[in-house]
């Protein structure tokens, strides 16, 4: 079975679970309590990043069946911040030019590569010449022949790759697939979704389209494409897409922002956007005989699920890093495939190429 459809399949079940109301605040322990205890498994984190620092290094502390065994930084003095916080030994510290010698280090299962998007390739290939599983940050990477040689790499490898789509481990997001799924309110029509924020510092490389592949589609916008694949459980088959920018200055190498339409085999249409200059953060879906959504939909925390009709949809919290890195262990440990594959990776950053197509030349991209 193709690794999507694989994978659809295992999400489905999950949302199946995570809908009918089961306390998701151990998502985790769901996914444990079916096999039999095993030691947890070592994760290495490929760049010491505000993502890396803030959200997966605390989560990793929060998890069943992974733990911090080891980092890959560019910065000395963020090694030895590391070492004595999460008590790293020396052995299991590497710089991105040594991390090809984790081929020998027992105590590292998994890397998780969370460095700018056009390194994500680089990273993971390294991991997967070492042997490592790879859990590699979205965007997977900023071009499609990119995605292809990952995705070889871990498989020549026989090593897992999984994206980090943290929003498809989220309770709320599960709740809201499962009202589609379940037709509550009919067939759904028309999904509108957008994320955005206001970018500050204008050196960093988020800005630089050699190491971001993008602007704000790259980086958030891709969340309402995730969100219109998951509500569907389709692939979009035709994109068209405007680019706006107000400043040249800011914006001279990335768009400001960009509105992108989806549509999909089953005639539903995406309206999507996405912005470094607003803030935009939610999602709703219009289905025959009603509507529901989040706002927000997108953060790490506090995501809101709502039904058009008033009544109680999701609620449950998680930390979505934690339920996201123990479910890869635990399909790592069970032999089970991902449910977050390197394939559907690959196929957003396929999607995402096709709205700047569309948007640079103003015509409706078809999708094979
Ligand atoms: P940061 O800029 O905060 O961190 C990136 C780190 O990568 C740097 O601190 C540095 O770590 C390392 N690095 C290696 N080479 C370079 C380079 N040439 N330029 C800059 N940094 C470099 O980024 P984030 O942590 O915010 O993002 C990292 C990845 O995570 C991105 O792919 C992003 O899309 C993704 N992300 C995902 C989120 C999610 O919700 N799933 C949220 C935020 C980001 P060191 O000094 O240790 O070498």
Redesign the pocket.
């Known amino acids: 079975m193709p690794a999507d459809q694989q994978s659809r399949r295992d999400f489905l079940r999950t949302a199946a679970i995570a809908a009918a109301g089961v306390p998701l605040v151990g998502a985790s322990s769901l996914v444990t309590r079916a096999r039999p205890r095993q030691k947890p498994l070592g994760f290495a984190l ?8 803030n ?1 997966i290094a605390p989560a990793l502390q929060r998890t069943t069946n992974c733990r911090l065994a080891g ?5 000395p003095e ?2 030895d911040r590391w070492k004595r916080q999460y008590n790293i030994p020396d052995r299991s510290v590497y ?2 030019d040594t991390m090809q010698r984790m081929a020998d280090n027992a105590d590292i299962d998994v890397i998780y ?5 056009a ?2 390739g680089e990273h993971t290939i390294k991991a997967a010449h070492a042997g490592k599983h790879v859990l590699c ?3 997977m990477e900023v071009s499609v022949e990119r995605c292809q040689a990952m995705i070889a790499a871990c498989k020549a490898a026989g090593r897992q790759l999984a994206i ?3 929003c498809q481990f989220d309770p709320n997001h599960l709740a809201c697939v499962k009202l589609a799924r379940d037709k509550t309110f009919g067939d759904v029509r028309m999904i509108d979704a957008g994320f955005g924020f206001p970018i500050g510092d204008p050196a ?3 800005l630089h389209h050699a ?2 592949g993008g602007g704000p589609l ?2 958030v916008g891709i969340y309402a494409l995730q969100t219109a694949r998951m509500i569907t459980g389709e692939q979009p088959t035709s994109v068209s897409a405007l680019q706006t920018t107000t400043d040249s200055v800011k914006f001279k190498d990335v768009e400001e922002s960009m509105t992108f339409q989806l549509s999909f085999p089953s005639g539903v249409v995406a309206h999507c956007g996405t912005s470094f200059k607003v803030g935009i953060n939610r999602f709703a879906v219009f289905a025959d005989r009603g509507s529901f959504g989040m706002d927000p939909a ?1 953060n ?1 925390s506090g995501n809101r699920a709502f039904r058009g009709d008033g009544a109680q949809l999701g609620g449950a919290q998680v930390d ?2 934690a339920t996201e890195m123990d479910a890869f262990a635990s399909c790592i440990m069970n032999g089970t495939p991902t449910t977050v594959p390197g394939e559907m990776g690959m196929r957003d950053v396929r999607t995402l190429m096709a709205i700047y197509e569309a948007a640079r030349t103003g015509r409706t991209i078809r999708l094979a």
């Open positions: 490929v760049g010491l990043g505000s993502l890396s620092t959200q980092i890959v930084t560019g910065t963020k090694a710089s991105y590569v969370v460095t700018p998007n390194l994500h940050e979205k965007p980090g789509y943290r960093q490389w988020r190491l971001s790259m980086d997108y790490y979505q890093f």
